[in-house]
């Protein structure tokens, strides 16, 4: 442990210690190294450990040299495994130019769609088939109970399967007309969508989206499943992607 300690160390060590570099020469360094490290992991919370010093030393190396050759292509490769703050910054760090590049522009747009929907703004309606065939909206929802959580997933997703059982405990300790889900399905695979809700069983209502009819989770910048957004009676969203224990604490707070 003691040796894999030293490697995370040096992997943030010699990014920081370098104003100037070849970005792309010096982020197949880092990426080598957490590679090397990777082979070295005996716990879960090792394998953590190095992917989140391998965020960091991303977000490191395209703070002091954003702007610079292929700080446009690392940025787009990690975007994704971000914090909001961290992709704020970094955002805040790029000419107009670059940010209206072909390469960062489609990143933007869903950066800009997630911040329109996270907490403190009011939700986005959405309209999906259920598996009867009939349009549900989450309009229909909002407001019918004190919290409605909308929860994008996919049958072939192992965290969103996981959480499911979950949220079925959490559901079930609610009073009526306390909590609500709508489940929001990103399967293209229609016949895999309805053999998951056969095996699960999720006692809350469910939709799945359509390309280019449907395209729900666009509306909110979905770029990862799970992605859960919580909002209260008056049309609020409160929280995106809360974990268990703040949404438990969300939901037993009054």
Not at 33 to 49: G, H, I, K, L, N
């Amino acid at each position: 442990m003691k040796k894999l300690s030293v490697i995370l160390a040096s992997m943030l060590l010699l990014v920081g210690c370098q104003k100037k570099v070849n970005l792309k020469a010096e982020w197949e360094g880092v990426y080598q190294r957490a590679t090397s490290a990777f082979e070295q992991v005996s716990t879960p919370d090792e394998a953590e450990a190095i992917m989140q010093n391998l965020i960091d030393s991303a977000y490191i190396l395209l703070e002091e040299n954003m702007g610079a050759e292929y700080s446009d292509s690392l940025f787009a490769d990690m975007y994704y495994m971000f914090s909001p703050e961290q992709k704020e910054a970094l955002f805040g760090r790029m000419n107009r130019k670059m940010l209206e590049s072909e390469t960062i522009a489609p990143i933007h747009k869903v950066f800009l769609l997630e911040q329109a929907t996270s907490a403190n703004n009011p939700y986005t309606d959405i309209l999906a088939l259920t598996p009867e065939g009939d349009e549900l909206s989450l309009s229909a929802l909002v407001g019918e109970s004190d919290y409605v959580l909308l929860d994008f997933w996919a049958s072939w997703c192992g965290p969103c399967r996981r959480l499911i059982p979950v949220l079925k405990e959490i559901y079930a300790g609610q009073p009526k007309g306390r909590f609500q889900i709508l489940s929001c399905s990103v399967d293209r695979d229609e016949d895999a969508w309805r053999k998951a809700l056969k095996e699960e069983q999720m006692p809350w209502p469910q939709v799945r989206e359509e390309e280019g009819i449907y395209e729900c989770s666009d509306q909110y910048g979905v770029t990862a499943i799970p992605t859960t957004i919580l909002i209260n009676r008056e049309g609020v969203i409160i929280a995106r992607n809360p974990d268990e224990s703040e949404l438990e604490e969300l939901l037993f707070s009054e």
